[in-house]
Nanobody
Framework: QVQLVESGGGLVQAGGSLRLSCAASGQPLSTYPMGWFRQAPGKEREFVAAINWSGGRTDYADSVKGRFTISRDNAKKTLYLQMNSLRPEDTAIYYC???????????????WGQGTQVTVSS
């Protein structure tokens, strides 16, 4: 089992940047492929990005491709999401999650953090 805690959210103007972190405890982070998801008010939770256990393979939602970068440091037990060129439509609660396979499907993720709020003003 792994426990996940996100940080780094906040309020930023459109065009700005934020870096989210997800600290893991419990089992080694390298055990799991990881993902970032987000949920805006009144909307379903959606896939943002995923990374395999080693960090050698990544996947992104079309809406963030070229603007967001997912990475991981297994030695530090930390997952990251670098978000650049932020837009108002990126406003949401962002969650990190761990799965047993690298996937964009919400239901495949076993462990979730509590989320961190990202708000992008226009």
């Amino acid at each position: 089992q792994v426990q996940l805690v996100e940080s780094g959210g906040g309020l930023v103007q459109a065009g700005g940047s934020l870096r989210l972190s997800c600290a893991a405890s419990g089992q080694p982070l390298s055990t799991y492929p990881m993902g970032w998801f987000r949920q805006a008010p009144g909307k379903e939770r959606e896939f943002v990005a995923a990374i395999n256990w080693s960090g050698g393979r990544t996947d992104y939602a079309d809406s963030v491709k070229g603007r967001f970068t997912i990475s991981r440091d297994n030695a530090k037990k930390t997952l990251y999401l670098q978000m650049n060129s932020l837009r108002p439509e990126d406003t949401a609660i962002y969650y990190c999650a761990a799965a047993f396979t690298m996937t964009a499907m919400v239901r495949e993720y076993r462990y979730w953090g509590q989320g961190t709020q990202v708000t992008v003003s226009s």
